[in-house]
DNA sequence: ATCGTTCCGATACAGTGTATCGACCAGTAC
DNA sequence: GTACTGGTCGATACACTGTATCGGAACGAT
C-alpha cells in the first residue's frame, strides 16, 4: 500500500508495461471477511484446517496483519460460533414450539458446519447473534413464569449440544471406516461383534442386538419430546 | 537399556564409583503408566498441556518410545476418557434412580477432570469402562420396554454432556475474570450491562436481571428432572 | 564370523500461535 | 528542503507441536 512503485522489472517502461490485471485494490480486511474465510476452511477440511496462517492466505494478507482485527485465535473461534448463530433464527407461537424450532435450527447449523459441534457449550456464547436467538426464544416465551424460563432453555440447549456432538462423532465414524468398506461394519460391528462375544456385556449386548435401532433424526426427536414433555408437566403444574 | 557401560566418566573405576542412587529400574513402560502420565498433566494445567513430549518428559522417556502403545496422540486422548469412565460407576434400582445416578457420576468425573468435558461427545465411546458403564445401566433397566432403553440412555447422556460442558465453560470464564477482579463482574456483568443497555434485548434483559438466579447444582439438577419426567411419562403410558 | 532381520528411537520436517522489534510512514518544525 | 519524531505494521524469530523416516544397534541363524 504505501510500498512506492520501484518495480521497473525487466527495464520496460511504464508505458510499456500492461497494467496489473488481477490486481484489484484487495477489499479491505475486516472482521466478516476474516471469519467468512475461517468458515469456508473449516467447512472444507475441519477446524483443524483453521490456522492463522492458511486464514491469512486466504485472504491474501500476512498471518501477523490478523492481529490488527482478533487478539488470538480463539477470538476467532469465537467469532465463527457467532457467525454461526446467525443462522439459527428460532420461530414459533407457543413456548414449546419455540424450543422445538430452537433445537432443530442449533442442530441443522451443526449439519451444515460440523466444527460447530466441536466448539457448542466450550465457551460462554454472547456474542450479538448468540444474544439475538436467546432474545427471539424468551421473548417468545412471555407468558411462561419469568423463574421458569432459564431453566427450560438452558436444559434444552444442553440436551441439543450434547446430541449434536454425539450425532457428529458417529458421523465422522462412519465416513472414517465406512468409506473404506461401503458399511461401517468395516471395524466397529466386527470389533462391537467381538467384545460382545467375551460374554462380559450381556445386558448390551441384547439391547445393541435386538433392540429396534433408530436413525439418527428420530432418536433426536425422541429425546427431545422427553425434555419438552417433563417441562410441560413442570410448568402446567 | 542395551546401551554397554562405557559411561568411566572422569576416569573413575567401578569400584570408586558410587552406585547411581536414583535410578532404579524404570518401572517397564505400558498404556496405564502413560495414561496416568497424561491425565496427572491434563488435571493440573488442562488439556492443552497434554503433548506427548510432555508426557514422555514426565516418563522419563523419548518421546517416540510412546508410540510402541499408542498409534497417536489421539487414541491416547482416547484412553484418557476411557480412564476417566471407570470412574463413573452408576448404582441404584429403579431405572430412574440409575439414570439419574449415571448423570451424577458423569457430572462428578467431570467435575475432579475438567478437561473431560472438553472431550466428552466428541468421539463415540467405546472402550472397556465406558462399555462396563453402559452394561450396569442397560442390566439396571431390565424392567423397561427394549425398544426404549437406547432412546433414554442416550437422551440422558446427551443432557449430562451438553449441561457439563457449559456448566465448565462457565466456571472457566468466572476463574479466567473472576480471579483478577474478585467478582466476575470484571468484565462480563459491565459488558452485559452496557450490552442490555443498548435495548436491542428487552426479553433476555429483564430474565437476567429480574429472574431468580440458581446455582449450577439446581440447575443441572431441574434439566434433569425434566428429562426424567418425561421419560417417565412416556414409558408408563 | 558373517549375514539377515528386526525394531528402536534420534533426528528431521512441516506446521502451529504469537512476541518482538526494526523499518518505514506521515506529520511537524525549522 | 531537511531533520527529527512518534507511531504503526508486518517480517522474522521462537518455542513448541505431532509424527515420518531411516541409520544403526541387537539378536538369531548359518
Known amino acids: 500500500m504505501y510500498r512506492p512503485m520501484r518495480c521497473t522489472v525487466s527495464g520496460m517502461l511504464v508505458w510499456e508495461r500492461p497494467e496489473p490485471l488481477n490486481r484489484p485494490v484487495p477489499a479491505p480486511l475486516s472482521r466478516e471477511r476474516i471469519v467468512r474465510a475461517a468458515i469456508q476452511l473449516a467447512d472444507a477440511d475441519g477446524l483443524d484446517a483453521v490456522s492463522l496462517r492458511k486464514v491469512a492466505t486466504v485472504l491474501d494478507v500476512r498471518p501477523m496483519r490478523l492481529y490488527g482485527y482478533i487478539a488470538s485465535k480463539e477470538e476467532l473461534l469465537d467469532l465463527m460460533v457467532d457467525a454461526a448463530h446467525a443462522e439459527i433464527r428460532p420461530v414459533g407461537n407457543s413456548w414449546r414450539e419455540v424450543l422445538r424450532s430452537l433445537a432443530e435450527a442449533t442442530r441443522h447449523a451443526a449439519h451444515e458446519h460440523e466444527w460447530l459441534a466441536d ?31 432459564m431453566p427450560m432453555v438452558a436444559a434444552v440447549n444442553a440436551y441439543v449440544i450434547g446430541a449434536v456432538r454425539r450425532e457428529i462423532a458417529e458421523r465422522r465414524a462412519e ?28 445386558a448390551l449386548a441384547t439391547v445393541v442386538r435386538d433392540a429396534a435401532h433408530l436413525d439418527a433424526d428420530h432418536t433426536f426427536r425422541i429425546g427431545l419430546d422427553f425434555l419438552l414433555d417433563g417441562i410441560e408437566a413442570r410448568i402446567s403444574r
Do not use: C, N
Request: net charge negative; glycine share 14%; charged share 20%.
Open 175 to 202: 465416513r472414517a471406516t465406512g468409506m473404506d468398506e461401503k458399511r461401517w461394519q468395516a471395524s466397529l460391528g466386527p470389533y462391537l461383534e467381538r467384545t460382545f462375544a467375551t460374554g462380559r456385556f450381556p
Open 119 to 149: 466448539l457448542l457449550g466450550g465457551r460462554p456464547q454472547l456474542g450479538p447473534h448468540a444474544l439475538a436467538s436467546g432474545e427471539t426464544v424468551v421473548a417468545a416465551l412471555g407468558d411462561v413464569d419469568l423463574d421458569a424460563i
